[in-house]
């Protein structure tokens, strides 16, 4: 099964790395790879996850990701790595 | 490794530039549904769209969802219903009641149009192609997802005349049938040229006889991409700008074909091709006038339009060639007047032409699409133009296509709503010195001439 790329884009705030991983570590969903910078206060992170051992279905996790940033003030987006390598690799 | 860049980049072509796949089409053979008891041939029909269709709209949503990005219609094509209603309908009305079935097959499949009512004619008309023409009109009436598209020359075989003449007629009768609601019916009818059998993109689809039984068409769009990606190197001369319309195009063109591969394997039906459009929307940001207009136009249409069109649709073929293993379809640049933002108000300031939309079809990948015309057009003037289109698809080896509006009750300077996807559209000026004698001469035009090319 390919990785899931999950982004996570908005203004910066206390915990939002935490609330994240938190939620992925309930549903086993192993975390390979992060990388973040924030630009004038605007948090701007992807991670590489692995969500081969999570039982939690693909649909649930993207609704549910999307609800926790809300909650939080940000948007996160859980697509499949697919999508970027074909429109960035030959 | 892909990076925060790439995904950055990716992300904001599907939230910011309006990025998204525009169909995916099954295309389904209703050859094997043929019979000669009108009520066996549509519940056969019925029940082999309702049987391979079931699951192409909750595929097509998991698809959305797993990659986040919008694919916005799943349609359906079938074989042309001439061929399969042949034996079983005597009239017109027997036609109708296909149509019908057609109709109740996409509602309840959940598509938002199914395309194939249709008939390919390029030579000559059998009697039940001529049948399935004249049941055009009520058929568009009484349906609401079934779209019509008649096949009228080809480079091979030259221009059914007798054909153009009757889809002059036809065209106005739609437009009669439909004026309750701005003439509609004609937005789902298209006259063509060297149709394609694998279009996926509506009102011209159907699953021509040279298909498998069922296969699945994608087609692409993204003209807001192209746009930006042209705002970054205004001033560059015309490699770079070549250039850069090239990468995008195949950027787009990878998810399409990603799309096209991964409903393929979920619905188990062989994946057709991946059709390179740039499709526009109503929507603002979403339009091919916008990317001739980055290009250094003042206004779509103004002189040098051609060549920008030229430019773009054959610089979107070269990169999306290599973005997909199968490509096919109607590829290159929509020019559709309603659909496009840009182009209607192209159209208001007075800077686009009934005329100039004509040379423009020359180089781009259909024809005069989406046009609304004064409700009064004689439907010899009508066959006139769809004669004109015709012979630039025949003569240039390219597909063309009609979609003329003649909206009843409506004249220049009116516009018109037909709402959703399909846009709004300013009453255009058809040129009013008449062609009926040269309609009117029946027969065919031949096939061109294959050298000598000037």
Known sequence: MSKTIITVVGKDAVGIIAKVCTYLADNRVNVEDISQTIVQDYFNMMMIVDTSRSSKPYADMVTELDELGDGIGVKIRCQREDIFTKMHRI | MITILEVNETNKMIEQEKLDVRTITLGISLLDCCDPDLDTLNRNIYDKITRLAKDLVSTGREIELDYGIPIVNKRISVTPIALVGGRACRSPEDFVEVAQTLDRAARDTGVNFLGGYSAIVSKGMTP??????????????????????????????????????????VVRETAEATKEHNSLGCAKLVVLCNAPDDNPFMAGAFHGVSEADAVINVGVSGPGVIKHALEGIRGENFEVLCETVKRTAFKVTRAGQLVAQEASERLGIPFGIVDLSLAPTPSVGDSVAGILEEMGLESAGAPGTTAALALLNDQVKKGGIMASSFVGGLSGAFIPVSEDQGMIDAVNRGALTLEKLEAMTCVC????????????TPASTISGIIADEAAIGMINQKTTA?????????DVGDTVEFGGLLGHAPVQQVNRFGCADFINRGGRIPAPIHSFKN
Request: glycine share 10%; proline share 5%; hydrophobic share 45%.
């Open chain 2, 365 to 376: 990948s259909v024809g005069l699409d989406m046009i609304a015309i004064p409700g009064d």
């Open chain 2, 128 to 169: 039940a192609d001529e049948t399935l023409i004249r049941s055009i009109p009520a058929a568009l009436a009484s349906t609401e997802r079934v779209c019509s598209s008649v096949n009228v020359g080809s480079t091979k075989t030259g221009i059914n005349m007798d054909a153009v003449k009757l889809m002059g007629e």
């Open chain 2, 402 to 410: 009609v979609r003329l509006i003649p909206v009843i009750g409506k």
